[in-house]
């Protein structure tokens, strides 16, 4: 119940293209859903995060798409870039505390 | 850079002996957290302090141990070690305990046992 399951495990998407990473979850104590960013050699950097009481949440050419009857919830990048190349992983956590939960992760690659 | 910093960046050891890997926190986060990178079981938590207490505890192996110093930063044991305990360990910061503090990750220590 503690799992967040992440798909697909890689992507390859044309430049100028929208890349979709799905997640899915089954704990309903999950509070917030944040998706982190990897390049090859550095930590994950957070990206954009969601709480469940909100469908859609947008910042610059990332968006975050939340279904919570489903349990569902995605991330789209429009207009990808090479730059964009790294490997995307989605969280979750429930409000007792920082614990995160994360995906399998989604290795995306740009092609130029 | 995310300010969290971890020495070393990498440690090459053998099997059955005992690392410690180090974190610094960005200024002012009171809260560490130590996560497990690889290949076969993604990224897992392992421990979090907050402010030199044990906050949450995950999947962390009775042979790891890990605490949190008065100067904040913390410190992860990793004793009687074995080839599978080969991974990326990785630091990361928050201001508070919550799960609405945005955690920064430091850029790892990759451990290998041979």
């Known amino acids: 119940q503690q799992q967040v399951k992440q798909s697909p495990q890689s992507l390859i998407v044309q430049k100028g293209g929208i890349s979709i990473i799905n997640c899915a979850y089954e704990?309903?104590?999950?509070?917030?859903f944040p998706w982190y960013q990897q390049f090859p050699g550095k930590g994950p950097a957070l990206l954009i995060a969601?709480?469940?009481?909100?469908s859609e949440k947008k910042e610059g050419r990332f968006t975050i798409s939340f279904n919570k009857s489903a349990k569902q919830f995605s991330l789209h990048i429009m207009d990808s870039q090479p730059g964009d190349s790294a490997t995307y992983f989605c969280?979750?956590?429930?409000?007792?505390?920082?614990?995160?939960?994360f995906g399998q992760g989604t290795e995306l690659s740009v092609k130029p | 850079d995310s300010g969290v910093t971890q020495t070393p960046k990498h440690l090459i050891t053998a099997t059955g002996q005992r690392v410690t890997l180090r974190c610094s926190p960005r200024?002012?986060?009171?809260?560490v957290y130590w996560y497990q990178q690889s290949l076969d079981q993604g990224l897992q938590f392992l421990i979090q302090?907050?402010?030199?207490?044990?906050?949450a505890k995950g999947n962390i192996l009775e042979r790891f141990s890990a605490q949190q110093f008065p100067d904040l930063h913390s410190e992860l044991n990793l004793s009687s070690l074995e080839l599978g305990d080969s991974a990326l360990y990785f630091c990361?910061?928050?201001?508070?305990?919550?799960?609405?503090?945005?955690?920064?990750f430091g850029p790892g220590t990759r451990l290998t046992v041979l």
């Open positions: 990361a910061s928050s201001v508070g305990a919550g799960w609405n503090n945005e955690q920064f």
């Open positions: 302090y907050y402010n030199g207490e044990e906050r």
């Open positions: 200024s002012g986060d009171l809260s």
């Open positions: 969280a979750a956590s429930t409000n007792q505390g920082g614990k995160l939960i």
């Open positions: 969601i709480r469940p009481d909100v």
């Open positions: 704990n309903t104590a999950f509070d917030y």
